[in-house]
């Protein structure tokens, strides 16, 4: 187990530098002809990273050495526990490590390149370490929340070519494969180093599904699929919805942890009252109290009760009073908003709207909260599904989530509809989009700079539209792989369609407030933008609706099936194979590497 220990603290090491230094040493070792006598001269750097390196070694760079000493010479033999070595760190690190491993200084590509991972004939103990290695770096990087360079994307699309269908290796030829003589220390780590990584891999998964890698799945895919569209159309709640039916996803489980909830309600309820209480201030401020300095006037909110106060001014003292004698909690902030009485409390002139909306979106999920006026009485508030559903929040940072199915593998981003520029970035690996559309979004508004109104469904519209003709290269991908344009919010339209009718918005509906006619009406609106060649195809739902996003997971299941191996593989890997000359130098170097180290 030295490797173990070795992995476990060069993870654990403050310092990438060391980190990096000493895979470069190992590296070396292989690819240089380095002996692992000057193996660590290079760049002793201060005292104590000096200190740490000699520990290292002690603990697990020599046994290393010897142990592919030991070994009976095959070059695979020599490379697999090297690469198990790498996927243990990128196991048991973070995504820092497994950036490392596929930087630029490493070089690990053309390490294996030149081991003959990416060859047609592939096979061996280093080809299946390889996958491996592919495998976790693939589920430890997010492209944009890790800000990916192209380096490292290239060598991700390289590695992620050598997972083909068809090339996977069973359980048994993994059984058969030579691990050296039964007491090598290479064959014990190996041993371990896999079972580890197998750990850490259904850890990361949550399924064993993900270990198909050493199962008979011939026929694996490996979807991905992009959720674009305007905010608040529903994005995030299709992800949660696939979350929550399946307890194996692996990064994002944020977006449906019941803390992470309440502690932004708690931040984003609170700012809101400040909110109110800053207006009253305002209107009290130019009214009565003549221009007061901010802080004076904050200082004296406490007071306010003392002030002879309008009907609305009652309210928010009301409020007042009840927040500052009942909240101790976020749970008891989210019972009092979700409250029947304090959402009477709320009556606030048109001017203030904007703000009204976002407090109200925050508060999406108050009807399903406990909406009892005793219920600001508990300490705590526990959230339901429903609950975590119905809350927005807008999202800012790229959210990627992988799910597992019998014979697929899918990856779903969603990076928020304010995030439009770096979508981009994603549309060269994507294999299917969903474009939603919130078919209630025709009266809403949205606010940029505090001035700019435009109908949501407006953005929605140009969005698809550029979608749909922009002419840019890396569109072009986006354009050729199928689309479907969700209309989601379904159980909201008829409502809307009677509070709000669409003819107001759209002046040649004349559907009334028929749910089927206004469905036609806004799908030919979208469809209109459509280029000839393109597969787009239409779905219509609610993403509160669990059964819904299943029917719309197995639709892309359905779509993703008809892209072919072959499209999906040309798409992604824009490599450029190293030339014969440059592979045999390569091997050449490596044998002579080999011989230096008495192999
Ligand atoms: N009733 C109902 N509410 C929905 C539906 N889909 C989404 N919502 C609610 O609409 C709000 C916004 O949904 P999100 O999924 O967070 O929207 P988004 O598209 O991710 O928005 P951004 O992150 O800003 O891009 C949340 O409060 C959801 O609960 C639906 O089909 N029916
Ligand atoms: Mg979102």
Redesign the pocket.
């Known amino acids: 187990m030295k490797y173990n220990g070795l992995a476990t603290i060069l993870v654990n090491l403050n310092s990438m530098l060391d980190l990096q230094r000493h895979l470069c040493d190992v590296l070396d070792c292989l690819w240089d002809s380095k002996t692992s006598k000057n193996a660590f001269k290079r760049e002793a750097g201060e005292e104590a990273s000096r200190k740490k390196l000699l520990e290292l070694r002690a603990d697990g760079y020599e046994s290393y050495v010897a142990a592919c000493s030991q070994a009976q010479t095959s070059r695979l033999l020599l490379s697999s526990p090297f690469i198990l070595y790498l996927t243990l760190i990128a196991a048991l690190g973070d995504s820092r490590h497994a950036h490392l491993i596929l930087s630029e200084e490493l070089d690990i590509v053309r390490f294996l390149r030149s081991i003959g991972l990416f060859d047609k004939d592939r096979t061996g103990t280093g080809v299946m370490a390889g996958r491996l290695l592919t495998q976790v770096i693939r589920l430890r990087l997010c492209p944009v929340a890790d800000g990916l360079t192209g380096v490292v994307q290239d060598a991700i699309s390289e590695l992620s070519s050598t997972l083909e269908p068809g090339d996977l290796v069973t359980d048994h030829m993994w059984a058969q494969l030579e691990w050296g003589s039964a007491d090598s220390p290479s064959r014990e780590f190996l041993t371990n180093a896999v079972k580890i990584v197998q750990n850490e891999l259904i850890r990361m998964d949550g399924t064993q599904a993900s270990l198909n890698l050493y199962s008979d799945s011939h026929n694996m895919r490996d979807v991905k699929v992009l959720?674009l569209?305007?905010?608040?159309?529903?994005?995030?709640?299709?992800?949660?919805q696939l979350i929550l039916s399946r307890h194996n996803s692996t990064s994002f489980t944020a977006l449906c942890d019941p803390e992470y909830y309440l502690e932004m309600m708690e931040a984003r309820l609170r700012a809101f009252l400040q909110r109110i209480m800053d207006w009253f201030l305002e209107d009290q401020c130019n009214s009565r109290w003549a221009r007061h300095d901010a802080h004076t006037v904050g200082a004296n909110f406490h007071k306010l009760p003392e002030l002879d106060m309008s009907t609305r001014s009652q309210r928010l003292l009301e409020l007042n009073d009840f927040v500052q004698v009942n909240i101790t909690s976020a749970g008891d902030l989210c019972a009092v908003l979700a409250s029947t009485s304090f959402a009477k409390l709320l009556d606030f002139p048109l001017d203030h709207y904007r703000s009204l909306l976002e407090a109200l979106?925050d508060m999406?999920?108050r009807s399903r909260m406990h909406d009892d006026d005793t219920a600001h009485k508990s300490a705590s508030l526990e959230p339901t599904n429903q609950n975590l559903?119905?809350?927005?929040?807008?999202?800012?940072e790229a959210h990627q989530e992988s799910f597992t199915t019998k014979d697929s593998s899918y990856t779903f981003w969603?990076c928020?509809?304010?995030?439009s520029d770096r979508w981009v970035q994603y549309f060269p690996q994507t294999d299917v989009v969903l474009f939603?559309v919130?078919l209630i979004g025709y009266d809403q508004v949205s606010f940029e700079n505090h001035s700019v109104y435009q109908d949501g469904m407006d953005r929605s519209l140009q969005l698809f539209s550029w979608i749909c003709t922009a002419s840019e290269d890396l569109m072009k991908r986006l354009r050729t792989c199928p689309l479907i344009l969700v209309f989601?919010?379904?159980?909201?339209l008829a409502d809307k369609l009677e509070t709000s009718p669409l003819r107001n918005h759209f002046p040649d509906y004349d559907g009334g407030s028929d749910t089927n006619a206004a469905c036609e009406y806004i799908k030919n609106h979208f469809l209109k933008h459509v280029q000839s060649g393109q597969n787009v195809s239409v779905f219509f739902?609610?993403?509160?609706?669990s059964k819904?996003v299943e029917d719309l997971f197995e639709k892309v299941h359905q779509l993703s099936r008809s892209i072919t191996t072959k499209a999906r593989r040309t798409a992604r890997t824009s490599i450029i194979p190293a030339s014969e000359a440059e592979i045999s130098v390569l091997k050449f170097s490596l044998a002579e590497g080999f011989a230096v180290l008495n192999l």
């Open positions: 959720l569209g305007e905010g608040c159309s529903g994005k995030t709640t299709i992800m949660k979106n999406a999920g559903l119905g809350w927005y929040i807008q999202t800012t969603d928020g509809g304010q995030m939603v919130s989601n919010q379904m159980d909201l739902m609610s993403a509160i609706d819904n």
